[in-house]
Antibody, heavy 119, light 109 residues
C-alpha cells in the first residue's frame, strides 16, 4: 500500500513563499497523478493543481495559476508544491493526494501540512 | 465550469438511522468521474465511493452511492458513531480538474 508523508507545519510572513513536500513510499511514483488540495479554516476542499511525473504534465486550478509551482523528483519519489506571495488567506491545511486513474478518485492522501501566514 | 451543490448543508441524525446526502451538478456529468469523500477534523479526507457507485477499498457496505446525469446520492444505512463527519462529492472534469462540492456536515442529533 502506497503511503504519502508530507513535510511539517510552517509559519510564514505575508509576501513570502512556502514549499510543501509529499514523499511517496516507492512503487510507481512516476505514474501517479499527484494532486494538491487545500482546506482553509471553516472552508471546504479546494483542488490546487497536480502533476504526472512520468509525463511531466502539470495542471493548475485557474485560481492558483501563476502563484503555485508544482514539481516532482523521481529520484526521491517526492512531489513539491510552492506557493508564492502568501497572504493570510492562504492559511490552510495543504494535502497531497494521488490517483492511479482519474476515474478511481483521489485514493490515497497525505496527512496534511498546516501553513499559517501571519505577520 | 461545473459547479457541484450539496444538500443539505447540515444533517442531524441519530446512530442507527439512514443518511441521504445529495450532490447536484450544474450540468450533466459522467458518473464515471463522480466520487465521494469523508472528512473528519484533524484527519485526511478518505475516499468512499468512485464512479458514482463503486466502494473504495475497505469501505463498509453501509455506504452506497447512486445517481446519474446531474443528481447523485450518497446513502449511509445504519449510521455508526464514527460516520459523523463532513462529506464531499467531487467531479473530475475541466476547470478545475477536480471540483468539490461545498460539503455536507453529518452531525449527531
Amino acid at each position: 500500500q502506497v503511503q504519502l508523508v508530507q513535510s511539517g507545519a510552517a509559519v510564514k510572513k505575508p509576501g513570502s513563499s512556502v514549499k510543501v513536500s509529499c514523499k511517496t513510499s516507492g512503487r510507481m511514483f512516476s505514474t501517479f497523478f499527484i494532486n494538491w488540495v487545500r482546506q482553509a479554516p471553516g472552508q471546504g476542499l479546494a483542488w490546487m493543481g497536480g502533476i504526472i511525473p512520468f509525463t511531466g504534465k502539470i495542471e493548475h486550478a485557474q485560481e492558483f495559476q501563476g502563484r503555485v509551482t508544482i514539481t516532482a523528483d523521481d529520484s526521491t519519489s517526492t512531489a513539491h508544491m510552492e506557493v508564492s506571495s502568501l497572504s493570510p488567506e492562504d492559511t490552510a491545511v495543504y494535502y497531497c493526494a494521488i490517483t492511479e486513474s482519474v476515474d478511481l478518485g483521489l485514493a490515497i492522501w497525505g496527512q496534511g501540512t498546516l501553513v499559517t501566514v501571519s505577520s | 465550469e461545473i459547479v457541484l451543490r450539496q444538500s443539505p448543508g447540515t444533517l442531524s441524525l441519530s446512530p442507527g438511522e439512514r443518511a441521504t446526502l445529495s450532490c447536484r451538478a450544474s450540468q450533466t456529468i459522467s458518473s464515471s468521474y463522480l466520487a465521494w469523500y469523508q472528512h473528519k477534523p484533524g484527519q485526511a479526507p478518505r475516499l468512499l465511493i468512485y464512479g458514482a457507485s463503486s466502494r473504495a477499498t475497505g469501505i463498509p457496505d453501509r455506504f452506497s452511492g447512486s445517481g446519474s446525469g446531474t443528481d447523485f446520492t450518497l446513502t449511509i444505512s445504519g449510521l455508526e458513531p464514527e460516520d459523523f463527519a463532513v462529506y464531499y462529492c467531487q467531479h473530475y472534469g475541466n476547470s478545475p480538474l477536480f471540483a468539490f462540492g461545498q460539503g455536507t456536515k453529518l452531525e449527531i442529533k
